[in-house]
């Protein structure tokens, strides 16, 4: 897989210098899928310097059409931000996890059905963020509570495409209240995500 993606990428760069009006969009898909797999076979320097560059790309496509490429852009800020956070630069990674959100955010406003599910993922990215900086734990806590209500409304909705992603966000929850200290709450999350993920086995 990595090396198809290198090809891919190595193809739509050639295509993307000649014409990047066409091509440019499909090299930063390429550079985004090539971050991921980079960073899947533990290329973690390589798979920044691949996302960075789809960021790029993005980021100057999205100010020009922003309906078309926002999107886009907010995926690669969330890798982004995983891939600075692995490396060991959180505050650099939080920043662009909070790019991610604002942006989600604002779709998600204008097209719940469309990007919810987009925004909870991003949200509980900022929550673990915030958790990997020792806090402030009260707003890793409310990044979380955020994507907990927005999963589980869409868990009601479809239970068998988000309760996965809905325990996976008790769980951090529970990390959160357990560091505020507020052990009860922290226990009743812990047996919340459990029962769910008993439940999908």
């Not at 059409?65 to 060991?88: M, R, T, Y």
Request: proline share 4%.
């Amino acid at each position: 897989g990595l090396a198809a993606t290198e090809q891919a990428v190595e193809i739509r760069r050639r295509l993307a210098a000649a014409n990047p009006a066409a091509f440019e969009p499909d090299l930063a898909l390429s550079l985004n899928n090539l971050g991921g797999r980079l960073s899947g076979v533990g290329r973690q320097e390589e798979a920044l310097a691949a996302t960075e560059q789809a960021v790029q790309i993005r980021r100057r496509l999205a100010a020009a059409n922003p309906a078309a490429f926002e999107p886009d852009l907010a995926g690669s800020l969330d890798n982004l931000g995983a891939h600075l956070s692995v490396l060991g630069r959180r505050e650099e990674g939080l920043a662009a996890t909070e790019q991610a959100v604002e942006i989600r955010r604002r779709l998600a406003a204008a097209n719940p059905a469309a990007f919810e599910p987009h925004l909870a993922f991003s949200l509980n990215n900022l929550g673990v963020d915030l958790l990997g900086l020792d806090g402030p734990w009260e707003e890793a806590l409310a990044a979380t509570e955020q994507a907990v209500e927005i999963y589980r409304r869409l868990a009601a909705a479809n239970p068998a495409a988000f309760e996965p992603n809905l325990a996976v966000s008790i769980d951090i929850l529970g990390i959160h209240l357990s560091g505020l200290g507020r052990r009860e709450e922290a226990l009743r999350a812990e047996q919340e995500a459990a029962l769910l993920k008993r439940e999908r086995s």
